[in-house]
Structures are given as C-alpha cells and as structure tokens.
C-alpha cells in the first residue's frame, strides 16, 4: 500500500539526484512540516533507515532519501495514542477516524500495522535528523501528547530535539518568533552557523 512518505522520499530522490544543476547542497537537506506535513517530515528525519518506508516511487530509487534538519508544526506522532487523544477532543474523533479510513484504508484496530509503520513514533533511533517541534497547548486536533511523546523517544535515542511549547495556541497557528526560531534552527544545521536556538515557551497574544 502507498503511503504520503513514498511520495516525500521520492521528492527528496529527485532534488538530491538533481543537485549539482539545481544549485542545491544535496548533503544538507531540511524539510518543515504543518499538521499533516509535519507527520511527513517527522517521518523523513527518523525513517532514513527503515526500507519498508522507502518505496519505489520515481525514477532516483537508490539515491539517499535522508534530511538532516526537521521542523514540525504540531504533527501527528504516534497514530495509536489516538483512541486515549481523541477522548479529550471527542467532537474530533469522529473527523480524525474518516480521515484515518481514508489514509489506512480501514479503522485503526484493523490496520494497527499499518499504523504503526505510518507513526514517526515506531522509527525513532539514534542517528536521526535533528527536529524543532513547535506545537500549541490548546491543539484540539492534534494533542500535545503527541509532541511530548516525540520529545521523549527523541532525548531517549541521543537525537537533538527542541520543543517549543506554544502556550495558548491551538492547531494551525502563524507565529512570527516561532517561525524565527525554526530559522535559527536551520542555520544552525544546515549552514553551519552557531545559532542558539532559544526553547522558552511563546505565550499567545490575549485576545481583545
């Protein structure tokens, strides 16, 4: 069964194999993933070495599909913590499981496999990519447990991870120090530049 991942790893394939004419650094490679996306690109960061996630799509198969910095904007970590998640969004769960059918092709308990291969949370190991993980503390959609869960296997396995908790916000935020704070990342690992990258929670705006 194709998976999002294939098409992601294919993508990363063809900039690799078409780096030199592209004007690209094909050894330093970052991808910044939104709700969805950031699912996508938690899974480039740790499933460098899982074959089973590589796929076959494209012309470049054999090229090296890894990234070496991750940013993931509250990204969906682990889809077996869902039926525990979804009680605390209850009005979610019925639109999460739709949308979870479509992408698995069957409920969570008859494609528990699949999910789990799908999960970011099943690959972590040492030698992964280094993530920043903004996600918000009133994420309705997307629990933060998710994040806290990426936060542990991550520091469990030695991978660098800052998480920057987004105090107040909810799925689909903007946030400007936030999207400084991802720049700063990627200097710091795609470019080489010594840039520190603060982890103090960013507090939402009250509203008016």
Known sequence: SDLPIHDAKAAIRWLRAH???????GSRMGVVGVSAG???????GVAGDVP????????????????QAVANLYGRINFLAEPESARAAPDQAVALNQRLRQL????????????RMASP???VSAGDAPVITLHGTADAL???????ELDA???RAGVEHRFIRMIGFGHGFQNA????????????????????????????PAKK
């Open 142 to 148: 997307v629990p933060i447990a998710q994040a806290e």
């Open 19 to 25: 780096a030199k004419e592209l004007g690209l650094d």
């Open 38 to 44: 950031g699912t996508i690109a938690v899974l480039l």
């Open 177 to 204: 120090e936030g999207n400084r704070r991802v720049r700063e990342f990627f200097d710091r690992h795609l470019r080489g530049i010594a840039a520190e990258v603060s982890v103090a929670p960013i507090v939402a």
């Open 121 to 123: 949370i099943t690959h």
């Open 104 to 115: 698995f092709g069957g409920t969570l308990d008859e494609k528990r496999d699949l999910a």
């Open 52 to 67: 089973a996630l590589e796929g076959d799509v494209g012309a470049n198969v054999g090229v090296d599909s890894r990234v």
């Open 153 to 155: 296997g991550l520091h």
